[in-house]
């Protein structure tokens, strides 16, 4: 009788185990279902959050600042804002992407959009606009104006994106150097021009005497008007006894007035006075007396054998 008893209790606990392993090799099973589910949904859900890109070239979430030095202060100035919804070569949105473009300025300028509206395409994921800055005042040097860009989207997510620049008044100069080497027959001033604006110099339509013109203004008067106009005048004054001038150059050519100075009954240029057109250089070839002479100026000399003024 017991070892019938045992047999039957043996066979009972071992049932019971292999239901017991059955439940929990079930529950394991719809646990590993149920978490692959869940992480499917979960990265589902990343995915389709993480395809929304919505990129520029010059605006972000943090708004970046930009300054841009030595504007005229006259002329136009235009900023293109690239933007784009890709992440690199491989991540890249597959929808078309709406925007809506805005900006605030400082009192001192007016500014135009090109667009207030934009869409990145899903086919190229890319699109771009500009805002052109004009200035509604005289400015000085150091002055400064600002305007900030804001790009907003709202669907199917929301982000915005900003970047403020500030544009200063630099001093736009000219400048010039003379190239030389020793043993070399002549030497080369070089007449540098940044200024990019011209001066009335002689009233004309609704122009007043001393009036600022942009170049591209400049560019679309007639000759007669050009003439009464100028961005830089420069003079130069030389000693023949030391270099003699190239009359074959433009700047010679065209000159507004020249000086002469007499040597040996000879006549001989001494000094020249020309106009320097804006965003432009200009090379004068002068021939040396002495070939042995090494003229090169600022880096050699302190004082340049060749004077320059300008107005």
């Not at 597959?94 to 869409?119: F, P, R, V």
């Not at 000085?140 to 929301?158: C, L, M, N, R």
């Not at 007396?289 to 090494?294: G, L, Q």
């Amino acid at each position: 009788m017991k070892e019938a008893k045992k047999k039957k209790f043996s066979k009972f606990y071992t049932k019971q185990i292999l239901i017991i392993s059955c439940i929990f090799i079930n529950i394991i099973f719809l646990a590993s279902v149920f978490g692959r589910y869940v992480s499917n949904n979960v990265r589902g859900f990343f995915g389709r959050t993480k395809e929304f890109y919505f990129y520029s070239d010059k605006l972000d979430t943090n708004n970046p600042n930009y300054q841009i030095e030595s504007w005229s202060g006259v002329d136009d100035y235009t900023i293109t804002i690239n933007m784009h919804s890709y992440e690199n070569n491989l991540l890249e949105t597959e929808y078309d992407i709406e925007y809506d473009i805005s900006y605030t300025a400082s009192d001192n300028i007016i500014c135009q959009l090109s667009k207030t509206q934009g869409m990145i395409s899903a086919d190229t994921n890319t699109d771009y606009f500009n805002l052109t800055i004009t200035p509604n005042a005289i400015l000085e040097t150091g002055d400064k104006v600002f305007v900030e860009i804001t790009a907003h989207a709202s669907s199917p997510y929301e982000k915005t994106i900003k970047g403020k620049f500030t544009l200063v008044v630099g001093q736009e100069k000219l400048s010039y150097e003379i190239i030389d080497s020793v043993n070399s027959p002549y030497c080369e001033l070089n007449i540098t021009n940044t200024l990019s604006y011209y001066i009335v110099s002689q009233a004309f339509d609704t122009y007043l005497s001393g009036d600022k013109i942009t170049r591209d203004t400049y560019l679309n008067l007639t000759d007669t008007n050009k003439a009464k106009c100028y961005s830089s005048i420069v003079t130069l004054t030389f000693n023949p006894n030391d270099v003699l001038i190239d009359n074959t150059n433009n700047a010679y050519v065209n000159a507004i007035s020249t000086t002469q100075t007499q040597k040996n009954n000879y006549t001989y240029i001494n000094g020249m006075t020309f106009k320097v057109d804006a965003l432009s250089s200009q090379r004068i070839r002068f021939y040396k007396t002495d070939v042995s002479k090494d003229y090169t100026y600022p880096k050699n000399n302190n004082t340049p054998i060749i004077t320059l003024t300008n107005i």
